[in-house]
């Protein structure tokens, strides 16, 4: 069964540092890959997805993912975090020929100033 | 940017009694879904409709619930009987494509608490 695994449950990183946000997926064929941010009180939103190619993908507000078939990994990184990025994230895979998507248990991300 | 639109952004019911959640997906969308966020816990799948039909349920999606695109524009998931365990943060999604080749908009959410 496919699954999507966040090891950290939180993370906490000083305004101007890098992140960088774990995930692991298990899924047999090539996957369909997303992170999305919720914000306290809103909705989530699609930050990146990677469906095939380069397997360094750009997203929104600065993050970016790299896509590592032999690990089965698929983390969130930026080079320098802003105290506005301190959010849940999480990541998602979508299952081959279905409509579904599987989440993460997410990673809640504090930003201390 | 177009959003997809969810009301009531929170909703308290008392234990039995039936509740309509509302969305009003992105108009030219063509794939719309529910998910639910208990507190503390995952992002779960529900439902997706297409087409005017459910394309694909989860075990969650029981006799208990059911969706209906009554117009052009809305797109609502009722829940027949509440119970408590039904406390949760309900998510409408929609997408131009299906998941994997897009990905979701998701509404703001309600925040259902069955009392």
């Known amino acids: 069964a496919q699954s999507v695994t966040q090891p950290d449950i939180h993370i906490t990183v000083s305004e101007g540092a890098s992140l960088e946000l774990r995930c692991n997926y298990s899924y047999g064929a090539t996957p369909y890959l997303f992170w999305y941010v919720q914000s306290p009180g809103q909705g989530l939103q699609l930050l990146l997805k990677?469906?095939?190619?380069?397997?360094l993908v750009q997203g929104i507000k600065g993050f970016e993912a790299e896509f590592k078939r032999s690990q089965s990994s698929f983390n969130l990184r930026k080079p320098s975090v802003h105290w506005s990025d301190a959010a849940e994230y999480f990541c998602a895979v979508v299952r081959g020929g279905g409509f579904k998507t599987i989440f993460g248990a997410g990673t809640r991300l504090f930003v201390k100033a | 940017e177009p959003e997809v639109t969810q009301t009531p952004s929170h909703q308290v019911t008392q234990m039995g009694q039936e509740v309509i959640l509302r969305c009003v997906p992105i108009s030219n969308h063509l794939y719309f879904y529910w998910y639910r966020q208990i507190l503390g816990q995952k992002v779960e799948f529900l439902v997706s409709f297409y087409n005017n039909e459910i394309s694909e349920k989860s075990e969650i999606f029981d006799d208990q619930f059911s969706v209906e695109r009554p117009d052009g524009s809305n797109f609502t998931l009722k829940i027949r009987s509440t119970k408590l365990e039904d406390s949760a943060m309900y998510f409408c999604?929609?997408?131009?494509?299906?998941?994997?080749?897009?990905?979701?908009?998701f509404g703001s959410g309600t925040r259902l608490t069955v009392v």
């Open positions: 990677y469906f095939s190619g380069d397997t």
């Open positions: 999604a929609s997408s131009a494509l299906r998941d994997r080749d897009s990905g979701y908009t």
